[in-house]
């Protein structure tokens, strides 16, 4: 049940046992079948959630009831409202699950407490956030700075799971182009590399 | 409004038991239910009930394993008889932590502690006493949030709901 969380946390630090003992006892196990919400626009964000198996996507939904992906986080990835975790403010964001999935969630008020009570976990929050600014950054600099397919072809090269496990609508999303786009660039890159 | 399963799981652990069926009854339009019960038969025969009841049919489910109900759930209700109750939390204990349990202790059953067993879990112990007219439930616990949540779900039901200050050790 915390494999995948372990295996994450000490590729960057080292747990002892007993570290291991007390890190279990601040994450709450939870089961999620697909579709169901674990976050909804207009509630707090009250969990930091580690994917241990499946897939959730965070989105927003506009005026018109169109959907924007934010992120998605399978295996080994972290997922938030970073904002309305931290401040308590609702949030504008909904979570839900896109495969069955099964998570392990950690309030604020025992996200503080373990890193209080495990100061290594300190250094490995630290890393993971420097890692989600740098990734924040750069999908900044895609979407400004990058046409649908040179987004598209950065994006397969960077995450090719990404590409194999998400429904191409919502990869469509997440880029900012739509479906109808990206299929048009996806055809255009299966003949230019059959040709080649 | 909400979507059915968004932090509203509750799992019924004895689900065919008196106290069991009186909470799913109650509890069925609100909440979306995760029923196990070792009588798999007399369980379905309970989901067509509070299907028909709530007008819910996706809310309520059966599970075969109490250690899944409770790994999907958001609170977790123990109506087995107190004596199996060290069993089941056992059982389920890899899987609860920082969930609410709720301790059904029923007539004529002395209370047996699960803290033990769950440690990471706040545990709010209701025991039922059938007075000739109605039946007094009395709620303990000292998480304040686990007896919010206990005495949310219990106001659905019919009981007559007696908060205790605890006075108990739940670990005895």
Redesign the interface.
Known sequence: MFDVLLAHIQEKVTLSSADIDILKSFFIPKKLRKRQYVLQEGDVCKYLLFVEKGLLRMYHVDDKGTEHMIQFAWEGWWMADTYSFLSGDVSAYHIDAIEDAELLMITLPNFEALLLQLPVMERYFRILFQNNIISKERRLVNTISYSAEEKYTRLAAANPEMIQRIPQNLIASYLGVTPETLSRIRKKLIRSSSNN | M??V???NNVAIIGANSPAGLQIAMAIGKAYRLLLMDEDVHTTAALVKSIVQTTQSPEGVEILTCSK?AS??A?AIVLAVPAQQQPIVAQKIA??????TIIQIIAPGNSAVSIQSLL??SPIVRVTLQDTSTHTNAIVEGHNKWALQLALHLLSFTEWTIIEKATTIDLKK
Do not use: I, L, M, Q
Request: aromatic letters at 12%.
């Open positions: 909400k979507n399963g968004y932090n899944d790994w999907e958001d890899e899987v609860t932590t920082g969930k440690p990471h």
